[in-house]
């Protein structure tokens, strides 16, 4: 039995989209929305950055999705790599982060607000 090719296409972007996610979250959500939360300044600047990533993906009109929040991620690494940012090598000083960082501290906070099925 063939599987159509739809299908293995949407189940490959899906895992991908999960994947970065997943790892995006370990390499700056977890240890930036735990300072976020020890800083109420720091949180302010996640939350407004939040509601940017929310307006450009459209969030107010249709729901955020893990592909959204991934490609939007990715599409941001890449601009910031043509422009020159680096993703830091070592562990992040959440007293004073770049935009690039505090961006993707956002998007990690909005997929963490996503239906935890969807991340699994």
């Known amino acids: 039995m063939r599987v159509p090719n739809n299908r293995v296409a949407t189940r490959s972007?899906?895992?991908?989209?999960?994947?970065?996610?997943?790892?995006?979250?370990?390499?700056v959500g977890t240890a930036g929305l735990a300072a976020a939360h020890a800083n109420p300044g720091l949180l302010a600047e996640v939350d407004q950055h939040a509601a940017g990533v929310r307006d450009s993906l459209d969030g107010d009109r249709c729901p955020?999705?893990?592909?959204?929040?991934?490609?939007?991620?990715?599409?941001?690494?890449?601009?910031?790599?043509?422009?020159g940012w680096t993703p830091p090598a070592e562990s992040v000083d959440w007293s004073e982060p770049d935009?690039?960082?505090?961006?993707?501290?956002?998007?990690?906070?909005?997929?963490?607000?996503?239906?935890?099925?969807h991340l699994a």
């Not at 972007?13 to 390499?27: D, E, F, G, I, N």
């Not at 991934?70 to 910031?80: K, N, S, T, V």
């Open 13 to 27: 972007a899906a895992v991908a989209a999960r994947s970065t996610l997943t790892t995006l979250t370990a390499a």
């Open 64 to 83: 955020l999705t893990v592909a959204a929040l991934a490609g939007y991620a990715e599409g941001l690494r890449d601009a910031a790599s043509e422009h």
């Open 99 to 117: 935009w690039v960082l505090t961006r993707l501290l956002a998007v990690c906070l909005l997929a963490r607000g996503l239906d935890p099925r």
